[in-house]
């Protein structure tokens, strides 16, 4: 396998809704960026996947076909990958796969979605729609029937979790620390969705119900509108970019994946409902693949589609002990960007969680979120000079897609 | 989802009028959006699975045991044991009552296709629990006690299996009970079903009055009286209670009164009423109190402090719930 690096990448103004551009040109804008950045043209790409999640929301079939001559990839091959929340993440692994093999030297990686424009005609507000759709990833005999939703699937797993660990993820305290951590972190984005919003503790503790009791409204994510591209390059290739763009490599380490079953169960292959073990499986793929372990890293970019589930996220990933995720707020392990410098990397022991203000306050377009995180991971890991970052992706009923990606700042670029 | 055999697959209301539009962008520009749709209807095949939903049109539950390891599938997902090379599962009956996998979460904000049903409640049942290995069913959670709320639907409690009296070959034809809500003749009988239980008219909750909280309770109702008062000089307030009428009865630890909406107005009175449309509990009067200082009803009902018998009754709390902010914004204007 070939070594992969990270040569460029650019995602778009995360809104709740583009009035102004299709996907199309949601698309076109990311990769536009993500070239400038690396300073290549659409010529030296290679092929293309796409992470586009549903089709309903882009209202077409085969959505990738209209966009493939408009972000100059006529007559190259181009793949769509599919994966519910974890889409963004699977399509960059099919990106990495693809140059680590040699079929290509060049890949772009886009992805995003258009979520906001369905709309239910009953309430005459676009979410109760939205939701209908996320909720057609549910089959149709069993479970979406009962009336299923991303949230309270999220929170059947987060309810699990506090069944086993009482008095870890249900502190409404802890998790809305947390909250405000990374409404700072969104602060600080350019692009983030909410990033002139202030939210306190407080806000946080005294927001609108969705699931009592783990999930206010303050502890949600997003949806968002817009697109991400990252641009994989083999060494050769990544280097002769990199001396042009003036911009340092970051290299894929490991990747791990792993998905568990569908329905969940007691014993065998079932899915536990109180773990989310396709993040732990895929995360100590990712560490024996990179060789590295949990306390070598310092900036993770995880999916957090919810605060709790964050939390149980940071236990699978091996950062804080499962059952005790709270010590990332007891003992002050994630740290607040406020407290650092632009340029300045955590303190030893300590982590930078979401500093993209992740999917809550940075922003959640699904098939490309990941590679959001992605910008956002290599954005900072340059700035502060921190050798090994960590992207994570989850989605699908129950959590049950899990990915992690650990990624290296090039050793010339990190001295 | 409330269709039933002969209504429309897609509710006749769920629909848009053809529109094209002009909509201002954030740039100051005009853009163009017009209505559409992406529906696409089915015959839908129940294939492998028809076996699992004719049993329960019969008034049975069964599950796919593996010939090799003794695992069981419930729902029947697969007849071929994905654990044993693909070995044949049998057929097995399964008893009427299970446990409870986890605590079960309550759906307050469902998706478009659910509206109206809202709250409910769903959860992953263990029914082959003599089995080595096995799935979960997931499932409808019902109670006859009132509304769904947290608290009733706790990891490991027994559960009975209840079937509808009309089925049609649906995940939605049973649904499952607290076994600690079936009177005890009816808790072996299979198939038990809805008919033979009482959702329509649960009882309330007893409160016991501690003269503690009728303070708390005259503080309540003098913040409602405000309230009530405001709304007189609110037309926004008036328009959240526009052609509706409803008497609710509420009683509290601190003592009862009535809350009564009619002709766009609130009043609020001593003592619960002769005739009510729904009686609410709560047993901590701060409940109402903390609802005028802008917080929510809603919220209350969400979180199991206030006591609801019906979803009916959760779908009059929203117009409630805009009045503090509405009598607000009216009364800050007008200043």
């Not at chain 1, 999916?303 to 964050?310: E, G, K, R, T």
Request: charged content about 25%; hydrophobic content about 40%.
């Amino acid at each position: 396998m070939r070594k992969v690096g990270i040569v460029g990448a650019g995602i778009t103004d995360c809104r709740g809704r583009w009035i102004e551009a299709t996907y199309w040109d949601l698309f076109q804008q990311a990769t536009r960026r993500a070239c400038e950045d690396a300073k290549i043209t659409t010529a030296e790409i290679d092929s293309v996947v796409y992470g586009i999640y549903n089709d309903i929301f882009e209202h077409q079939a085969i959505p990738e076909s209209s966009l493939t001559g408009l972000i100059g990839m006529a007559n190259k091959p181009g793949t769509r990958v599919t994966s519910g929340g974890a889409t963004g993440f699977y399509a960059m692994r099919t990106a990495v796969m693809e140059v680590a093999s040699g079929t290509s030297d060049c890949v772009l990686c886009v992805g995003g979605e258009k979520a906001t424009d369905c709309f239910d005609p009953r309430s005459k507000t676009a979410t109760p729609m939205v939701i209908d759709t996320i909720a057609k990833s549910w089959d149709p005999f069993f479970e979406y029937p009962l009336g299923a939703t991303a949230s309270d699937s999220y929170m059947q797993l987060c309810m699990a979790y506090n069944d086993e660990h009482p008095g870890d993820i249900g502190d409404p305290l802890v998790r809305a620390k947390i909250v405000e951590i990374l409404c700072h972190s969104g602060n600080r984005n350019p692009y983030a969705q909410r990033r002139d919003e202030t939210v306190t503790a407080e806000q946080v503790m005294t927001s609108r119900w969705i699931i009592a009791p783990f999930l206010r409204l303050l502890e949600v994510c997003m949806y968002t509108e817009g697109a991400g591209a990252v641009l994989f390059a083999s060494e050769k290739k990544a280097r002769e970019i990199s001396e042009r763009s003036g911009q340092p490599i970051v290299w894929v380490r490991g990747i791990g994946a792993a998905n568990e079953s569908y329905s969940p169960g007691r014993g065998g292959n079932y899915k536990r409902l109180h773990r989310i073990d396709s993040d732990r499986i895929a995360s100590e793929r990712a560490y024996a693949a990179a060789g590295v372990k949990p306390s070598d890293i310092r900036i993770v970019e995880l999916h957090d589609a919810f605060v709790a589930q964050l939390m149980i996220t940071m236990g699978e990933l091996g950062f804080v002990p499962v059952g005790r995720t709270r010590t990332l707020i007891d003992e002050g392990l994630m740290v607040d960007p406020k407290s650092l410098r632009d340029d300045q990397p955590p303190p030893s022991g300590k982590l930078l969680v979401n500093p993209s203000g992740g999917l809550i306050f940075g922003g959640h377009f699904v098939g490309g979120s990941n590679m959001f995180s992605t910008w956002s991971c290599r954005r900072e890991m340059t700035k502060r000079k921190v050798p090994l970052g960590m992207v994570h992706g989850t989605g699908a009923i129950n959590a049950v897609f899990g990915g992690a990606m650990i990624l290296e700042l090039d050793e010339r670029s990190a001295r | 989802m409330t269709t039933r055999r002969g209504q429309p697959a897609l509710p006749l209301d769920f629909n848009l009028p053809r529109d094209w539009r002009e909509i201002q962008g954030r740039d100051g520009r005009t853009y163009l959006q017009f209505t559409t749709h992406m529906v696409t209807f089915y015959e839908q095949t129940y294939g492998e699975h028809s076996r699992f939903f004719m049993a329960l049109r019969g008034g049975r539950l069964i599950g796919s045991k593996c010939t090799t390891c003794a695992q069981v599938m419930v729902p029947a997902a697969t007849w071929h044991c994905p654990n044993c090379n693909f070995a044949e599962m049998r057929e097995v009956e399964l008893p009427h009552r299970g446990i409870l996998a986890h605590t079960a979460p309550v759906t307050v904000f469902p998706s478009a296709s659910f509206i109206g049903d809202a709250p409910f409640a769903r959860g992953y049942v263990d029914v082959a629990t003599d089995a080595p290995i096995a799935s979960y069913l997931p499932s409808r959670l019902r109670t006859t006690t009132g509304l769904e709320r947290p608290g009733i639907f706790v990891k490991g409690i027994e559960l009975k299996l209840v079937f509808e009296d009309e089925r049609v070959g649906s995940i939605r034809d049973i649904f499952w009970v607290p076994m600690t809500e079936i009177p005890p003749p009816l808790r072996n009988k299979q198939p038990l079903l809805a008919s033979e239980l009482n959702f329509a008219s649960p009882v309330p909750p007893e409160v016991k009055k501690d003269p503690a909280k009728a303070a708390a309770k005259d503080r309540a109702m003098a913040a409602m009286r405000k309230l009530a008062s405001d709304v007189e000089r609110s037309r926004r307030a008036q328009a959240d209670l526009a052609n509706r009428a409803f008497v609710l009865g509420i009683k509290t630890g601190g003592g009862d009164f009535a809350l009564d909406v009619a002709n766009s107005r609130l009043l609020i009175r001593e003592g619960l009423p002769d005739k009510s449309d729904f009686i609410l509990v709560a047993d901590d009067p701060d409940v109402f109190r903390a609802w005028v200082n802008d917080g929510s009803l809603t919220d209350a009902a969400v979180e199991g402090s206030l006591w609801l018998p019906n979803k009916e009754a959760f779908q009059v709390l929203p117009a409630l719930d805009r009045l503090p902010r509405s009598t607000r914004r009216d009364l800050r204007e007008a200043k």
